[in-house]
């Protein structure tokens, strides 16, 4: 495929530009790309992500980041790399902000309850979910034929939004597994838009927005999964000064991330991050240890940020670096670095945490939710789902529509409605 060809300065094409539907002229006060942003904002998949977890529940304290918090982060390093390359910061930073709006209730933990129960209707990812909401399910245009589509983004905001650019089994083969990656980015019946977003695209490849939203996503949840764990008294960054500790961490990189670093490169990464000595061991939740660790997450973030700046501009030289004329370059060693933070994250928090009584809990109010939904019907879905409901013609597009209205529910609104439906109150 070639191509689109540029008719701006700035690096984009009109096709970049244009959307799904067409709208009709709009006032030029703003661009395109900076509508697409100010929907994101307004929308309710967005709001709702202040109920949801990232890696400790929302309700667990008042410290740790929820998917609301952890968005807007990501927003804010995500521009700004993406400023400093020349692509449009709008396009990023929608990007971005949209890049967990499909996670369901309970984070990861929801996300693979429901991908086990959708296991026969083409799965659950919440990549591909957050195509549905932006292209379907949040409500902003409606078609003349009366089809809702979603916030309407153009096509460049969207595709930037794309984490993963291929269906379900159709992804890059895993070294660890011989198989594709479980991850994808769209479900067989948004196959429409996707081919449509995905106009004149490499096949696979994501665009360099897209990128730069990864990168800031493993960046932003990297850094502050950590600080998280540190305030909350699950972790003690001394840790990395302990051959038994450290070999525990890489033990975790391999579970969770596969074999990308070597054993090798994660302890000399190890030796980088602590000689640089961005913290102190023995935090004691003090003004003064808050402040030394808040200013640790920012020299951090600095660091693994201008390092991709700089070796993507090395390579590529300077002039706006958009969509897919360039891809972005992280050096090996500052994703050994990353990749030593998720792995303390999920040695001290997330491995833990999967044999809590709770996070077992978790799972089976989905389940619940899913079987009550399939058995009731329209009689117990919002008004949206419930027409999604009537309009179905099979079980497997109705099962759907009851994966789809269980996703958007919040944490804390998946227990209220599991008490409600499931164990109601006995009067």
């Not at 067409?22 to 994101?40: N, V």
């Not at 307004?42 to 109920?51: K, Y």
């Not at 909350?232 to 033990?251: Q, S, Y």
């Not at 079980?395 to 958007?408: E, N």
Request: glycine content about 8%.
């Amino acid at each position: 495929m070639t191509a689109p060809t540029v008719t701006s300065a700035d690096g984009y094409a009109d096709a970049d530009r244009e959307r799904w539907v067409a709208e009709g002229e709009k006032s030029r006060e703003r661009t395109p790309f900076e509508r697409d942003r100010a929907r994101l904002v307004h929308s309710s998949a967005l709001r709702r992500l202040g109920a949801k977890t990232q890696v400790l529940g929302p309700s667990s304290d008042d410290f740790v980041r929820t998917r609301l918090t952890h968005t807007l982060e990501v927003a804010q390093v995500g521009r700004e790399i993406g400023k400093a390359l020349g692509c449009d910061p709008d396009v990023v930073d929608s990007a971005c902000l949209a890049h967990d709006l499909g996670h369901p209730p309970f984070g990861h933990n929801g996300e693979r309850a429901l991908a086990e129960i959708a296991r026969g209707i083409g799965g659950f990812e919440g990549n591909a979910q957050t195509l549905r909401l932006l292209t379907r399910l949040d409500p902003k245009v409606v078609a003349p034929d009366g089809r809702s589509v979603g916030l309407n983004l153009t096509r460049a905001s969207l595709d930037a939004s794309v984490k993963y650019p291929w269906r379900h089994g159709q992804g890059p083969i895993s070294p660890a597994s011989g198989r594709p990656t479980h991850k994808f980015g769209v479900y067989e019946d948004d196959l429409p838009v996707f081919t449509w977003l995905r106009a004149d695209a490499p096949a696979g490849r994501k665009c360099l927005e897209a990128q730069v939203m990864d990168l800031a996503d493993d960046i932003s949840y990297s850094v502050h999964d950590v600080e998280d764990a540190v305030v909350g008294g699950r972790l003690d960054l001394g840790v990395l000064t302990r051959p038994d500790e450290r070999a525990r961490v890489v033990e975790a990189v391999d579970t969770w991330y596969g074999s990308e670093v070597t054993a090798d490169e994660l302890q000399a990464a190890m030796d980088r991050l602590v000689a640089a000595r961005f913290w102190e061991a023995g935090f004691d939740g003090s003004r003064r240890a808050l402040a030394v660790l808040k200013d640790a997450t920012s020299q951090l973030i600095g660091r693994f940020a201008k390092a991709a700046q700089q070796a993507t501009r090395a390579r590529y030289g300077e002039g706006p670096l958009t969509r897919y004329a360039a891809e972005l370059v992280v050096p090996h060693e500052t994703l050994a670095e990353i990749l030593v933070l998720k792995g303390l994250a999920v040695a001290y928090v997330m491995a833990p945490r999967e044999l809590e009584p709770l996070y077992l809990r978790q799972r089976e109010i989905l389940a619940d939710l899913v079987e009550v939904m399939a058995d009731r019907g329209a009689d117990v879905l919002e008004p949206p789902f419930a027409a999604d409901w009537r309009a179905a013609d099979d079980d497997a597009r109705r099962l759907r529509v009851v994966v789809d209205q269980v996703a958007s529910l919040t944490d804390v609104s998946a227990v209220e409605l599991h008490t409600r439906l499931v164990h109601p109150p006995r009067h």
